[in-house]
């Protein structure tokens, strides 16, 4: 995601991470994981998902 306050476009944007859960065809939910600045960090450790999906609560 571009931040356009920012400059630079996509490249000095924001990631924005998710996660699906599909209940059936018709519920699902999406949960906001993390939100973080590409200039401050180049990817979220894959662990560090885990850990925030595990304590979901789902």
Partial sequence: MAIKSK???KS???RIIT???LATEQE??????EIYDKSEY???K???LKDIIKNLDL
């Fill in 12 to 14: 000095g944007g924001a």
């Fill in 7 to 9: 400059g630079g476009g």
């Fill in 42 to 44: 180049s990817t979220v």
């Fill in 46 to 48: 894959e662990n560090v």
């Fill in 19 to 21: 996660y699906n859960v």
């Fill in 28 to 33: 699902g939910a999406v949960y906001l994981l």
